[in-house]
Every structure is written in structure tokens, then in C-alpha cells.
């Protein structure tokens, strides 16, 4: 009995602290905080307007291909009539020296690069010439050759027949004798001939080996030179392009190494409009569509350009896609960072339908295909999100129509919708 009242004391105690704990439990993980909105009424007649900030067209970091220290940076006259060093807002010519590093280091290997090759040049000309005289002891030997074995073949004749003739006992001996000297010299001289042939070939392929090396250090130093040009070349900072410089990185007497950037340049004869547009309009543009901006800088003036390019994909945080117009510049009103305002077509059969804003749309898991918002309504003193299936319409700036699934009144979610669960409280923030 005693034991029995024992459990049920142990039991009594674990029921309580389980309860305490996940009362602390709960205390911890608070309902995820959510922003919303009052869905309203869209008046009609309005369009989709956006606001879309000017870039330049091409901008480059103009960057030295050589190190060396700042000699000079390109003198501009200013408004109060003196030279100045060239500045950000400075329009600059393609082709124009910005600056320069210092340029003797680079002369002195130029220069010393020339003499090398001069040298090489010169040594080639020189073993050519051995070249030349060793063709011709070539030529020589073997025409020297090819008449003592003529020789040889007259005396071999004349001895075969001075043989025959002293077998008959029709010649004397001293005239055998004579023609047997005569073949015997007539070989020898083949033979040496021979041998000098062999020799010249073996000095002219001596004297072609050395003409290919002495090619082989005049290529080299040639190659050695045309970089030494570049180097020296390469030490005047040039403008790519005519540009408004942005920004300058240097000072006369800077220390910069390869790669150093010191002016950023930018092409300002056209500039890029970049808006963002949520997915349900962007599927409603198209490369080459005319837009209209204007801008508050530049009151009453209306600037046309196309549509030149539409991100693939959109921003993974916003779901939002880049869209790109083409604005011509040529007076030069448009700058960098101005932001304009542009409206994309009229908005159809819009009326009074209820409008939520862009952020509260999302694509519920269980159907990919569809479109839904959270909706957020009292229960037992709790804010409760509902997902609700709905019906997109048309956009209306950064709202949209819904056709059906959401009333006038109801309140959706607009941020915080990731951490939601269906059914599940919410804690509304402002």
C-alpha cells in the first residue's frame, strides 16, 4: 500500500514538471513575427509604376599594366581658367594618356634589349657568311671530285689496255709501268678528293648548326625587345573609350604596382534603367518593348528607350526580376544614380477588386502551380494565419488584384511568411 502511494507521488511529480517544461518550452519559441496588411479596394485606371535607378552603360577600372611611380596624370583646364589634374566628372577622348608612370626604368631596358638584338644580328650575319664560304668548299670538293674519278676512269681504261698490250708482248714494260703509275695516282686523287668532300660537308653542317643557334638568339632577342616596347608602352595609362571619368586613385608620386587600378571610367553617351518587376508582370515584357522614364532632377522632360535585357531568374530573396532599358545621352542630362520613374501599361478590369501587396503572394507547397496568401484572423485571443488559396489579376504599382479568394478587410501577410505554418499563431508586429 505504502509503495503505491509512493508511484503515484513520483508520477504526480513528473506529470508537473513535464507540464512546467513545456510551458518553457512554449515560453521559448514564441509565435514567429509577421507584418501585415489591410487588404483594401484598387482604384481604377491605374498602371503599374516602378522606380528604376540610371547606370552607366560600361563602366571599366582602368588599372597599369606596369608598376613604377606616378610621373604624371593628365592636365585639364578648370573653371577658373588653370590646369588641374584631371578629376571625377572630367570628360575624357579614347586614346588620351591619363597618367604615366615613371618612364627611364623602361627606356633603359629598351634600349638594352635593341643593343642585344643588334648583336645577334649581327653574328648572324657573320656565321652566314661562313655559311656561304662553306657551300662553296662544298661545291668545290665535289666538283674536284667528280674530275678525278673522270681522271681515274680515263687511267683505268688506259691501263687495262697497256695490261693487254704487255701480255702480247706488244708493249714494253716501262710503258706498262707508266700506265700502272698513272691509275694508282689517279686513285689516290679520287680518294683525297673524297675525303675533302666529306670534310667541307662536315664544316658546313658545323657552320648551319650555328646558323640556327645564332636564328634561334636573334629570335629571342627580338621577342626580348618587342616586350621592352610594351613595357615602355604599357607605362601610359590610356583612355579605352570616350568616358566621364568617376573616380581618380593616384596622386603624382604614388607607388603602383601591375593591376593597380587608378581611374574608374564610365560610358555615358547611353545609360541603363534597372527596375524590378515581380514575376506575374515580367512575363508580360519583352526585349525591345519602348518604355517612358522621367525623372524629378529633370522636371517635365520624358526620356524613351527599350527594353534591352530581362534577368532569367529572378533574386532568390525578393523573387523580384531585373529589367534593363536602354536610355540614349547625348546632351548629357541623364547622370549616374538618378532615379526615375516609368509605368507599364494600363491596368485592365482592375475596379474595385481587393489589392494586396507583391510581398504577400507565394506559391503554396502542396500545388507549385498555384498562387496564395496567409491570412491573419482572431481565435481565442490568438492572431491565426490561414493559407488561402487565390486568384491573381492584374498589377497595380507594387500591388496586385485578387479575383477571388481574399475580401476587402482581411488582413495577409506581407513579411515573415517563410517561418509560417498553417493554423499555427503568429505575433503581428508593425
Do not use: C
Request: hydrophobic content about 45%; glycine content about 8%.
Amino acid at each position: 500500500m505504502q509503495s503505491t502511494v509512493w508511484l503515484a507521488v513520483v508520477l504526480l511529480i513528473w506529470a508537473s514538471a513535464q507540464q512546467v517544461g513545456a510551458q518553457e518550452g512554449s515560453a521559448q519559441k514564441p509565435p514567429p513575427a509577421v507584418s501585415v496588411h489591410t487588404i483594401g479596394p484598387a482604384a481604377a485606371g491605374h498602371g503599374a509604376r516602378y522606380s528604376a535607378e540610371l547606370q552607366p552603360f560600361k563602366q571599366v577600372d582602368a588599372a597599369f599594366k606596369v608598376g613604377g611611380y606616378i610621373q604624371e596624370i593628365l592636365q585639364v583646364r578648370g573653371t577658373d581658367g588653370q590646369h588641374r589634374h584631371v578629376q571625377g566628372g572630367d570628360r575624357v577622348v579614347k586614346g588620351t594618356v591619363l597618367a604615366r608612370v615613371r618612364e627611364v626604368d623602361y627606356i633603359v631596358k629598351r634600349d638594352e634589349a635593341r643593343a642585344q638584338l643588334a648583336e645577334a644580328q649581327a653574328a648572324r650575319a657573320q656565321v652566314k657568311a661562313q655559311l656561304a664560304e662553306a657551300q662553296a668548299a662544298r661545291a668545290h670538293a665535289a666538283a674536284q671530285l667528280a674530275a678525278d674519278q673522270a681522271a681515274f676512269e680515263k687511267a683505268r681504261f688506259d691501263f687495262e689496255r697497256a695490261r693487254n698490250l704487255f701480255a702480247t708482248q706488244s708493249l714494253t714494260k716501262a710503258d706498262y709501268d707508266t700506265a700502272k703509275a698513272n691509275v694508282d695516282g689517279a686513285q689516290a686523287r679520287v680518294e683525297a678528293a673524297r675525303a675533302q668532300q666529306a670534310q667541307a660537308q662536315a664544316n658546313e653542317a658545323v657552320v648551319k648548326a650555328q646558323s640556327l643557334a645564332i636564328q634561334a638568339k636573334v629570335e629571342g632577342a627580338r621577342a626580348q625587345l618587342e616586350e621592352a616596347e610594351i613595357a615602355l608602352r604599357d607605362s601610359a595609362l590610356k583612355a579605352p573609350f570616350d568616358a566621364v571619368v568617376v573616380k581618380r586613385s593616384i596622386e603624382v608620386g604614388t607607388l603602383v604596382g601591375a593591376g593597380t587600378v587608378a581611374f574608374t571610367l564610365a560610358d555615358t553617351a547611353a545609360l541603363k534603367a534597372v527596375f524590378g518587376v515581380p514575376a506575374l508582370l515580367v512575363t508580360r515584357l519583352q526585349v525591345g518593348r519602348p518604355l517612358t522614364l522621367s525623372f524629378e532632377a529633370l522636371p517635365g522632360a520624358e526620356f524613351h528607350g527599350p527594353i534591352t535585357r530581362i534577368d532569367p531568374a529572378a533574386d532568390t530573396k525578393s523573387r523580384i526580376f531585373d529589367v534593363e532599358v536602354t536610355l540614349p545621352n547625348p546632351q548629357d542630362q541623364l547622370k549616374i544614380g538618378f532615379i526615375g520613374a516609368l509605368e507599364i501599361g494600363e491596368e485592365r478590369g482592375t475596379g474595385a477588386l481587393p489589392v494586396v501587396p507583391l510581398t504577400a503572394i507565394l506559391r503554396p507547397k502542396e500545388d507549385p502551380t498555384s498562387y496564395a496568401v496567409f491570412v491573419v484572423h482572431e481565435q481565442d485571443g490568438k492572431h491565426v494565419a490561414r493559407l488561402r488559396k487565390v486568384k491573381p489579376g492584374d498589377t497595380v504599382g507594387n500591388m496586385i488584384a485578387i479575383v477571388d479568394g481574399v475580401q476587402p478587410g482581411e488582413r495577409v501577410i506581407t513579411s515573415g511568411a517563410a517561418q509560417v505554418v498553417d493554423g499555427a499563431p503568429v505575433q503581428i508586429i508593425p
